[in-house]
């Protein structure tokens, strides 16, 4: 007889993995089903991965230029097979807390490959042969997959994806990066900080093309300052490997050969195919849609994180999963302002916003003000060296409130949760003490003069 579960959820990753724990703890018989690595993309090939590597880069650059703190190291040089020990060590112990705290909720993994045959019944191909399982409901969160140019095929050798590029045995002499978004400028200053000669090849204007065109520029030019050649507005129009090397051929006629050609153009939504139409799921492109309460077409199902296409974000997924958990567990939850998911970009320097861009200020017609303050006046920063880049603070004119922030500098992934606090609050920031020396008084300073003149951004007399 087939075991029976009030809900299955299909796939481990960080949105699948919190919406089966919440559920759990909710007190719903679960089970999740995982066919590869529990944690997804995210814990085994994508976010954690790549910022052990990052974590490692970041520790050579400092190393590098240490003498400018007045430390003299003799030299520095990555041992790239202890670089990649590191991260698969990093890698494998998530991948056991999560099994044990799956484990310890009472919920119940499963390894194999979901299909779903009908809303209440899921066939589960493992190691050991079929089987089936009944279930209430369904939560969907399969995730993504890499966007592959179809005139540039993956062979995983030459032309990769991100996934191989956060694996190479060897650091490669040369790369050329197709797509200029997170991934690919990520990656970019992993490799250029271990000495691979690194071009960026960006269709669009600019690099990190879903922020504000002052972001770009600004990490252009510390990439650059990394060794990376920028080249903006181009298109790979031919490749040619049949010398072992990658040859790319551009739209303006230029030429350029590496070792690896990473294409990191975005990813896409993956969900079997068997289930989309056992469900009668409506799709927009690979995407599931959802409602915001996460609910799908079909009744009892929902879909989170990137099989939803809505943030592409692992921390947008597990947002996501605490609504869905609720509901299908009887509560009432919903997503409201995507906006106010942060996100973020793991360059040198870092780069992360929330709410409202300016662009996005522009295109809805909204009259706002934007406040400014530089890391390069901020006492903690000019103490770490770190006085690269600003934070933008955005006022609704009409409403008197902040709306957006937008942070490029040193820990700007870390300050942009306190940065979503300041939206919508009407709170004066005069109010609000921050401690000195932090570098957090920076974000208090833009804000600050997104309102008026700031202590260090006033008008010349």
């Not at 095929?153 to 490669?172: H, R, W």
């Not at 861009?357 to 303050?373: D, Y």
């Amino acid at each position: 007889m087939a075991e029976k579960f009030d809900i299955t959820v299909i796939g481990a990753g960080p949105g699948g993995f919190r919406a089966a724990v919440r559920c759990a703890q909710r007190a719903a018989s679960v089970a999740i089903i995982e066919k590869d690595f529990i944690g997804g993309t995210c814990l085994n090939w994508g976010c954690i991965p790549s910022k052990a590597l990052l974590a490692s880069a970041h520790t050579l650059l400092a190393a590098k230029n240490a003498a400018a703190m007045g430390v003299d190291i003799a030299s520095a040089t990555p041992n790239w097979p202890k670089i990649q020990a590191r991260k698969d060590s990093i890698v494998a112990g998530f991948r056991k807390a999560m099994t044990d705290s799956i484990q310890t909720s009472g919920a119940k993994l499963i390894q194999g490959r979901a299909i779903v045959i009908s809303p209440n019944q899921i066939k589960i191909e493992t190691d050991n042969g079929t089987v089936e399982i009944l279930t209430d409901k369904i939560i969907l969160a399969t995730g993504s997959e890499p966007i592959q140019i179809p005139t540039i095929p993956f062979d995983g050798q030459t032309v990769i994806s991100s996934k191989e590029a956060l694996s190479l045995q060897q650091i490669p002499k040369s790369m050329v990066i197709v797509g200029g978004g997170a991934i690919g400028c990520e990656l970019a200053c992993v490799y250029a900080a271990v000495g691979t000669k690194i071009t960026i090849v960006e269709a669009l204007s600019r690099l990190i093309p879903m922020e504000d065109q002052w972001v770009g520029q600004l990490i252009e030019r510390e990439l650059k300052k990394l060794g990376i050649n920028v080249l903006t507005s181009q298109k790979v129009i031919s490749t040619d490997k049949t010398t072992g090397l990658a040859k790319i051929v551009l739209e303006n006629g230029q030429t350029i050969e590496a070792e690896k050609l990473l294409i990191s153009v975005g990813r896409k939504a993956a969900c079997d195919k068997q289930t989309i139409e056992a469900l009668n799921l409506e799709t927009s492109g690979s995407a599931i849609k959802v409602n915001e309460r996460l609910q799908t077409s079909a009744k009892n199902v929902y879909a989170i994180g990137d099989v939803a296409g809505t943030t592409y974000l692992a921390h947008g997924a597990a947002a996501e999963a605490e609504v869905a958990a609720v509901n299908a567990t009887g509560g009432s939850d919903k997503m409201t302002d995507y906006s106010l998911v942060p996100r973020v970009v793991y360059t040198f320097p870092e780069v992360a916003s929330v709410g409202k861009s300016e662009k996005t200020c522009n295109a809805e017609g909204i009259k706002f003000s934007v406040g400014k303050a530089f890391f390069r006046a901020d006492g903690q920063s000019v103490a770490h060296g770190q006085t690269i880049g600003e934070i933008r603070a955005t006022r609704d004119n009409s409403t008197n409130k902040i709306i957006g922030i937008t942070i490029v500098g040193e820990m700007a992934t870390e300050l942009i949760a306190a940065a979503r606090i300041f939206i919508g609050s009407d709170e004066k920031i005069s109010k609000i003490t921050f401690a000195h020396p932090t570098v957090s008084e920076t974000l208090h300073d833009a804000v600050e003069n997104a309102f008026g003149p700031s202590l260090h951004n006033m008008p010349k007399a």
